[in-house]
């Protein structure tokens, strides 16, 4: 808990030394939630049956996939931080610390996160309450699942993240895959369009990947339209974190022992 304490404490620091980007990125947070709020307002006066719920509920998931953005985000980070010490050579300095290097970088991890927590996903949630309609859950259980799915869900970006980074040690260079990487993260969880609304055939494939763990499910509980039993929503998302953890530690396993250091 210490270890993860001093994560925490230098994530604030830096995130106070760098106030300009707390008043840039905020306001861009507030901006892209008020444009996912009037996009599906405008798609319901189009076809206020299409979409297989009412447009409060439907607004409110649009504004939740971009609240959750800064909660992943800082998950998904950890693969950049992984790919520039590997550039600049410095990984080494990493690995001689007396910490389990996975267990390090899920604490700069969740530093970051209580970061963003603070600074972004409270003040967005404010903005959403007052100017977008946002719902609360749609009931106390869900309330209470939608956060345990939330922390799965973070768990399983962290550690496909972390795979990632592990790419870099090999690739050297993961910006290509990275790119592709995000795209399929922001179209197959269906954080933009909920997978229900996917044709059956994509639908199915969705399902089947990891990246449904992440957004669709703990979003689709928070709003009420998760179909099936939240209690094996949890252990599907707990299937794929550990499944995805056991991969990470057998592939670290084998990748640190060809760490090339460039540069330095």
Known sequence: MKVLYAFIRTAFHNAWIFRLDFWLITPGLFIMMYASHSLWS??????????????????????????????????????YYIAEQVRLGTLELDLMKPLDFMFHMLSRSVGDLGVQLLTRCVPGFIFAYLFLGFRPPASAQAGLAFLASLALG?????????????????????????????????????????????????????????FQAVYF???SIYVGAYEGSLGNALLSQAAWAVGLFLT????????????TIQGG
């Open 42 to 79: 405008i798609l319901y006066q189009q076809s206020p049956h299409a979409f297989g719920m009412d447009l409060e509920r439907m607004t409110t998931y649009g504004v939740l996939g971009i609240l959750l953005l800064p909660v992943m985000r800082s998950a998904m980070r950890i693969q």
């Open 154 to 210: 973070y768990l399983v970006i962290f550690v496909l993240s972390f795979l990632m980074g592990m790419l870099s040690i090999v690739t050297l260079d993961i910006r290509s895959y990275a790119w592709a990487y995000h795209s399929l993260v922001r179209f197959a969880s269906g954080q933009v369009v909920p997978l229900w609304m996917f044709p059956p055939a994509l639908a199915a494939i969705a399902a089947a990947l990891p």
């Open 248 to 259: 990470a530690r057998l592939c670290w396993a084998r990748v640190q022992r060809r760490v």
């Open 217 to 219: 499910v703990p979003m």
